[in-house]
């Protein structure tokens, strides 16, 4: 069974910095792409950003939003993935889930698609 | 930026009830369209996938179709534990990945 189990949300103030973590098991997570996204209160869901897997050289994307700010990283031999949250803002106020990724190839080309959701840390941005 | 539209923003419907949600995306997109289900205070669970591929172990009550930028997601007799919120998300062109506003499905 696909277990994704965050941790390392809390209270920080404007301007502070948050690492989350996501620890994964049930599956081979050095084979997936994996993700971040969160969810405001009461809205809808927002990609955060990714990171590939050792084959794709772990390269990440990011939102705009949180480009510069955010810094996502994995450590394949723990079998977990990292949220570095810099410069918080109240805005990013949210629960952050991780999700894992599985890529098909379709059609000439390689896609991306979320299969698995964790259950969620709150991060709440507060002076 | 991809943008998906969803419609209607909120629903109320009855037990039994055949019910379709539809997305609408700025561009098209083949058929990189998923749609994920969340219930209170629970995550996001995957349903579809490829617009119209059911993901394991979902009833078979719930299907999708559509391509290129318009697509719908139907719920062919609702039961209780259908209501929530759904979210389309498109997968074929990143960054960003983009999700729909989500429809709200409640109970009449």
């Known amino acids: ?92 106020t949210a629960l952050y889930y991780c999700a894992r990724d599985r890529t098909k190839y379709s059609g000439g080309r390689w896609y991306v698609l979320i299969d698995d959701w964790g259950q969620g840390t709150l991060v709440t941005v507060s002076s | 930026a991809i943008q998906l539209t969803q419609s209607p923003s909120s629903l109320s419907a009855s037990v039994g009830d055949r019910v379709t949600i539809t997305c609408r995306a700025s561009q098209g997109i083949g058929s990189a369209l998923a749609w994920h289900q969340q219930k209170p205070g629970k995550p996001p669970k995957v349903l579809i996938y490829d617009a119209s591929s059911l993901q394991s172990g979902v009833p078979s009550r719930f299907s999708g179709s559509g391509s290129g930028t318009d697509f719908t997601l139907t719920i062919s007799s609702l039961q209780p534990e259908d209501f929530a919120t759904y979210y389309c998300q498109q997968f074929h062109t990143y960054p960003p990945v983009t999700f729909g506003q989500g429809t709200r499905l409640e109970i009449k």
């Open chain 1, 1 to 92: 069974e696909v277990q994704l189990v965050e941790s390392g949300g809390g209270l920080v103030q404007p301007g502070g910095s948050l690492r989350l973590s996501c620890e994964a098991s049930g599956f081979t997570f050095s084979d997936h792409y994996m993700d971040w996204v969160r969810q405001a209160q009461g809205k809808g869901l927002e990609w955060v950003g990714r990171i590939r897997n050792e084959a794709n050289s772990y390269t990440t994307e990011y939102a705009a939003s949180v480009k510069g700010r955010f810094t996502i990283s994995r450590d394949d031999s723990k079998n977990s993935l990292y949220l570095q949250m810099n410069s918080l803002e109240t805005e990013d």
